[in-house]
T-cell receptor, first 114, second 114 residues
Framework: NAGVTQTPKFRVLKTGQSMTLLCAQD?????MYWYRQDPGMGLRLIHY???????AKGEVPDGYNVSRLKKQNFLLGLESAAPSQTSVYFC?????????????FGEGSRLTVL | KNQVEQSPQSLIILEGKNCTLQ??????????LRWYKQDTGRGPVSLTI?????NTKSNGRYTATLDADTKQSSLHITASQLSDSASYIC?????????????FGRGTSLIVHP
């Protein structure tokens, strides 16, 4: 049982480059989330999805785009990376009772933008 | 504004000692409160869930308490072990039908020294 899988685990980008982080879950969860974690800031929500084909903005959405074309996958895109986007990114998913359900997290993707 | 405040920000204790972490919240309406443990380089994992009617719940050496009247929770760790070194994150959720976004505290970093 893989749970929540994030790829890639590490990536180094130059300013202005683009990339996509992939999150896949095998628990048939409706809700998926992308967070970033920076020292002293805790986990901050970037975007989230309440079901296939839906997305919504979180606390810090600027500079990111997302897509949920399939229920099991949630993609996070950076169109033009900036050094301020250097961070550790976590994907999470939860079951149908989203606001009460346990969040299951991936292992994180460490992104460095030079 | 719905907020979750944790204290202390960091804590260093000796192996075998007990410690207590605090979480105060203003999230309303309230559904449940979860404590997550995040090991270095890993995603957070749920330790306990507290609902409105529960005052205390144990999970091994971890005991969580909830005072819904004062909107405070604590996580008590008994006979600490080196493996308890981690960040502990308090997360508060609202009832279904409202926001799908749980509110995160910034976490308490615990270091257990031998």
């Amino acid at each position: 049982n893989a749970g929540v899988t994030q790829t890639p685990k590490f990536r180094v980008l130059k300013t202005g480059q683009s990339m996509t982080l992939l999150c896949a879950q095998d628990m048939n969860h409706e809700y998926m989330y992308w967070y970033r974690q920076d020292p002293g800031m805790g986990l901050r929500l970037i975007h989230y999805s309440v079901g296939e084909g839906t997305t919504a903005k979180g606390e810090v959405p600027d500079g990111y785009n997302v897509s949920r074309l399939k229920k099991q996958n949630f993609l996070l895109g950076l169109e033009s990376a900036a050094p301020s986007q250097t961070s550790v990114y976590f994907c999470a998913s939860s079951s149908g009772r989203a606001s009460t359900g346990e969040l299951f997290f991936g292992e994180g993707s460490r992104l460095t933008v030079l | 504004k719905n907020q979750v405040e944790q204290s202390p920000q960091s804590l260093i204790i000796l192996e075998g000692k007990n410690c207590t972490l605090q979480c105060n919240y203003t999230v309303s309406p309230f559904s449940n409160l979860r404590w997550y443990k995040q090991d270095t380089g890993r995603g957070p994992v749920s330790l306990t869930i507290m609902t409105f009617s529960e005052n205390t719940k144990s999970n091994g050496r971890y005991t969580a308490t909830l005072d819904a009247d004062t909107k405070q929770s604590s996580l008590h760790i008994t006979a600490s072990q080196l493996s308890d070194s981690a960040s502990y994150i308090c997360v508060v959720s609202r009832p279904p039908g409202g926001s799908y976004i749980p509110t995160f505290g910034r976490g308490t970093s615990l270091i257990v020294h031998p």
